[in-house]
């Protein structure tokens, strides 16, 4: 069966230091693949999805990107953290053919 | 583009009562799921239900495409229900939409 492995679950970060959060899923080949961000315990914004290797959309300009080394490997990056940056950040993944979201169980971030 | 409306955004139940939840969507969708975020954040998938019914267990949904709304059912109500349930879209391509959601408890 698939999984989804996101981490880390908890993250405290001093403004202006970089980021990279990891997100890996098993069980599945060209998934497609998704980085969301979570803000006040509400709502989800689509940050970031990727199709294939190499290939990220944006949806949201801002102070990170993303990156896709591998079939199953999805990286969240920031050069520089910002105060507005904190937030609960999930991955999720679908099957190529059907969008079906699966999600990891998310990174807090506190950008201090 | 496309506007995700849930209501009602609280709600409090006793154990043992059944709730309706509502999505409403302002376009056609290609793709609606329901999902509930339990206390610790994780996301489970409850319904990936474009159109038509399905049922699992005390929850079913109902989404009726031509009129942009879905329906989440919750019956018989447990403490292990509380948490926040969303609706999400998709319309096209890859950008999904999601409702601000509704966050349920459920008093013992």
């Known amino acids: 069966s698939q999984t989804i492995h996101q981490w880390p679950a908890t993250l405290v970060q001093p403004v202006g230091s970089p980021l990279s959060l990891e997100c890996t899923v098993e069980?599945?080949?060209?998934?497609?693949l998704y980085w969301y961000r979570q803000a006040a315990g509400r709502g989800l914004q689509l940050l970031f999805y990727?199709?294939?290797?190499?290939?990220i959309s944006s949806e949201v300009p801002q102070n990170l990107s993303a990156s896709r080394p591998q079939d199953r490997q999805f990286i969240l990056s920031s050069k520089k953290l910002l105060l507005s940056d904190s937030g609960f950040y999930l991955c999720?993944?679908?099957?190529?053919?059907?969008?079906?979201?699966?999600f990891g169980a998310g990174t807090r971030l506190s950008v201090l | 583009g496309i506007q995700v409306e849930q209501s009602p955004p609280d709600l409090i139940l006793q154990e043992g009562a059944n709730s309706t939840l509502r999505c409403n969507f302002s376009?056609?969708?290609?793709?609606l799921q329901w999902f509930h975020q339990n206390p610790w954040g994780q996301l489970i998938n409850l319904f990936y239900?474009?159109?038509g019914t399905k049922q699992n267990g005390r929850l079913s949904a109902t989404t009726v495409a031509t009129e942009r709304y879905s329906l989440l059912y919750i019956s018989s109500s447990q403490t292990t229900d509380s948490g926040v349930y969303f609706c999400?879209?998709?319309?096209?391509?890859?950008?999904?939409?999601f409702g601000a959601g509704t966050r349920l408890f459920v008093k013992a």
């Open positions: 239900i474009p159109s």
């Open positions: 990727s199709v294939g290797i190499g290939q």
């Open positions: 376009d056609s969708v290609n793709n």
């Open positions: 999400a879209v998709l319309t096209g391509g890859f950008k999904t939409i």
């Open positions: 999720a993944w679908s099957p190529s053919e059907l969008n079906i979201q699966y």
């Open positions: 069980g599945t080949s060209n998934p497609n």
